[in-house]
């Protein structure tokens, strides 16, 4: 028996053929898990285990600006040397959520537009809640620092808002996106997106095959000239972190494709949550070849093993739970881990306290990201659906 869901609205998706045995079970009307059936399907499976992966993700490289910004000398030992590589691991599980959630809707009829709506309907509302939250960091850090242009930080508070990358604030802070610096690889995220909408269909076989191989050479160069894969958010970084991002993606939705993906097929898929967490957090030192290594073949077959790993109902609920939260955290984590850094160094606390300060910082963009999952980006999204012209209902 499969329990399959009936509503969309969660991006780890997927469209299988009715099988003879097979129970379908609707889930309730609400269940964020969800999407509709569609025509060439009656059911819908949901990858528990790689939403658990995103959430692990999501919450290292969380950790690790707390270790940076708090300035903790163990945790940047563990966590400064590869836990950027989570951001890579995001752009494999995007890919494959692409082609997982909309290969056959795209191939029965699904618009570009229509495609388009529906990221902009997953993605918008909660950079919209980025923005706001930079925003308040960035206007807090202008009233205390001398001479910093009132007229930039609203340009640099628009450009976040249109995830397009500026240097007006270089000067104070060199980072792409100053109003929120998680912003560089949504900017990114849009653009793959976007790119799989209009090119996707043909981007297969010998092309798929020489585009990733193409990609790959340019990390594996990438990872050479710069001594590791830790770019993107800085300042004249964004033109050459494309080659950073595509490769990863492009994986993500040939694993998708490849005609041995079955979900719930692998015994010990769990095992490639504990896996991630050692290949992202060790006290090894920064190394382009063991980022390139990391990128090009670990994290893919990580991601496989997440996305065809068994059901174990002890760890669904929680794993499901996390990767629920994944995106509102990472959206929203950075602005608070700044503000509360900043008030640290502000009282000049002592080392206990500002370890103090480093976990509430972690607890409270937590315990922020579900209050605006649940408060404001699920309902919000729900009256968006309602309004957003969607040319078929069943994208909606």
Partial sequence: MRVFHSNEGHPLTSTLPATQGETYIAAPADADVAVAAEPRARGVAYLTALDGMRGLAAFIVLSAHVAVFFNLPLALGWLGTHAYLAVDCFFVMSGFVMAHAFDDKLKAGMTVRDFALHRFLRLYPLVLAGVIFGAISLLGYCATTPGVPKLAVVEAIVSGALLVP???LAKYKAYDFPVNIAFWSLS???LLCLGYGVFGRFLTGWRMVAALVVS????VYLGEQKAGLDIGFRVGEYGPAFCRVIYPFLMGIFLRRLPAFAPARTN???LALPLLL?????PLPMNGVYDAVAVVAGIPLLVWMAATARSLPRVDALA???GALSYPLYALHFPIVVMLANVGKKLKVD???NLSLAM????ISISVAALVYNGYDKPFRAWLRKKLPFSSPKWS
């Fill in 166 to 168: 500026t240097d007006v």
């Fill in 188 to 190: 990114f995220e849009v």
């Fill in 216 to 219: 790959a050479c340019g990390i």
């Fill in 268 to 270: 010990l898929g769990y």
């Fill in 278 to 282: 050692l290949l992202l957090v060790n």
């Fill in 320 to 322: 499901a739970g996390a």
């Fill in 351 to 353: 080392d206990a306290e």
């Fill in 360 to 363: 509430a910082g972690i607890l």
